[in-house]
């Protein structure tokens, strides 16, 4: 089964308040809290039939990491993609909220923002 993407997150907090996959299949933090690898779900696309791959996840994160983090954005030293389906996200500094970076909205590259 093929998911449509038109707005979604890599991940988002479940009913106890920890993160629940989404778009993303899993994570490791690593680097003592300094850098996320995130592994994507296979098999999604953008509304336009696109593939979401890593490619495409680590040129639009940072503008929506920058949006949903605000004055912490500055704390995220980049984003890279890692073979297809793996993106990391590296940070600056170790942070207790480094997770919540997964909500962080995901569009099609080249989409204005909502």
């Known amino acids: 089964m093929q998911q449509l993407?038109?707005?979604e997150s890599l991940a988002r907090a479940g009913e106890?308040?920890?993160m629940q996959p989404s778009l993303a299949q899993g994570w490791t933090a690593e680097n003592s809290g300094r850098s996320l690898?995130?592994?994507?779900?296979?098999?999604?696309?953008?509304?336009?039939?696109s593939p979401l791959?890593?490619?495409?996840v680590a040129k639009v994160?940072?503008?929506?990491?920058k949006g949903f983090m605000g004055p912490f954005f500055p704390d995220v030293e980049g984003v890279r993609a890692l073979g297809k389906d793996t993106v990391e996200i590296a940070f600056r500094q170790s942070s207790?909220?480094?997770?919540?970076t997964l909500e962080a909205p995901i569009?099609?590259?080249g989409t204005p923002s909502v």
Do not use: M, Y
């Open 5 to 7: 993407l038109t707005n």
């Open 16 to 18: 106890d308040g920890r």
């Open 96 to 100: 207790p909220f480094i997770l919540e």
């Open 37 to 49: 690898r995130i592994k994507l779900q296979p098999k999604i696309t953008f509304h336009d039939g």
């Open 61 to 65: 994160l940072p503008d929506s990491l």
């Open 53 to 56: 791959d890593s490619e495409a």
């Open 107 to 109: 569009q099609r590259p």
